[in-house]
């Protein structure tokens, strides 16, 4: 069974990510990164014109630490973590990539960040509950 993960730098994500690793150890797990664009134009980006390319190599940079903290943790040693990054809003994105990607099973934290984007980001998981291909399991 194909089991995704939607990880960000969130505590929720992090323990849904463990409770992969945990439960479904016998099993293809993916952490997915959402990388979305107006997070980091509005946080690094001053004026009218956006280097998208430039936006979007930091998001990959910034997964990509994610990932390597993630393949440190204790319950992912042995086992064999596939990582991939999307661009676009974090619900669609998941659930795009779920049903891509025949996805069987979906983590995901019940939010995400601090601030503005832990309240939208609850809305996320809701969405991709009911939008997700497969089971979804939502970790608080």
């Known amino acids: 069974m194909a089991v995704l993960v939607a990880y960000d730098d969130s505590d929720p ?3 849904a ?12 797990i993916t952490a997915l990164y959402v990388i979305t664009p107006s997070e980091y134009t509005a946080a690094h980006e ?4 956006v280097d998208w390319d430039e936006v979007v190599e930091r998001g990959e ?4 630490e994610l990932f390597e903290e ?3 943790l204790p319950e992912a040693s042995g086992i064999d973590l596939r ?5 676009g809003h974090p619900a669609p994105g998941i659930v795009d990539y779920a049903e891509e990607n025949d996805v ?4 995901l934290g ?3 960040r601090t601030g503005v984007s832990r309240i939208l980001l609850g809305s996320v998981a809701e969405q991709v509950v009911r939008r997700a291909p497969g089971i979804v399991t939502v970790v608080r």
């Open 83 to 87: 990582t991939a990054t999307v661009v």
């Open 70 to 72: 993630a393949r440190q």
């Open 104 to 107: 069987e099973h979906v983590v």
């Open 13 to 15: 994500a992090k323990k």
């Open 17 to 28: 990510l463990k409770h992969a690793l945990r439960v479904h150890s016998d099993e293809e």
């Open 46 to 49: 001053s004026g009218p014109f």
């Open 110 to 112: 019940s939010h995400g």
């Open 61 to 64: 940079q910034e997964a990509e």
